[in-house]
């Protein structure tokens, strides 16, 4: 699948995953967030990509397929040490949301002082993610 409709935010994160499928579900369901390019080889998914409205946001990979060295965090037995952060209608939902999905909680939703709800989250291949939710 390709939809070369698509643009390409400034910085786009590329993460390693273990199972691409399940992590396009999960970004899916808990980012709402959709799919746009997919290419596969020999039956399985090798690059994949997510968008939010017209710009890609995501790119998606399984282990290994670039280098020896891309693993998901997990795969180790580890968390990375990096966050990254994405905007979100409701912090408590998307908290929700991951749970369900899999994701273990670092931090429940609280309000920050500088008018945010933050949530903070660890996916199931071991990215860290902080959800930042504008209040009004």
Excluded: C, K
Excluded at 2 to 24: C, G, H, I, K, Q
Excluded at 35 to 48: M, S, Y
Excluded at 66 to 94: C, F, K, L, N, Y
Aim: proline fraction near 7%.
């Amino acid at each position: 699948m390709t939809d070369s409709t698509a643009e390409y935010a400034r910085l786009v994160p590329f993460l390693p995953v273990t199972d691409v499928a399940s992590a396009l579900s999960f970004y899916e369901a808990v980012f709402g967030l959709s799919r746009t390019n997919l290419n596969t080889q020999d039956g399985r998914i090798v690059h994949a990509e997510l968008r939010d409205g017209e710009r890609v946001v995501l790119m998606l990979a399984p282990e290994g397929i670039h280098s020896p060295a891309s693993r998901a965090p997990a795969a180790g037995g580890g968390v990375s040490p990096t966050e990254i952060q994405i905007r979100v209608d409701d912090a408590g939902r998307a908290w929700d949301t991951a749970l369900s999905h899999g994701a273990r909680g670092e931090r429940p939703p609280r309000d920050v002082p500088w008018g945010e709800r933050h949530a903070h989250i660890i996916d199931p291949d071991g990215h860290r993610w902080l959800l930042s939710q504008v209040l009004r």
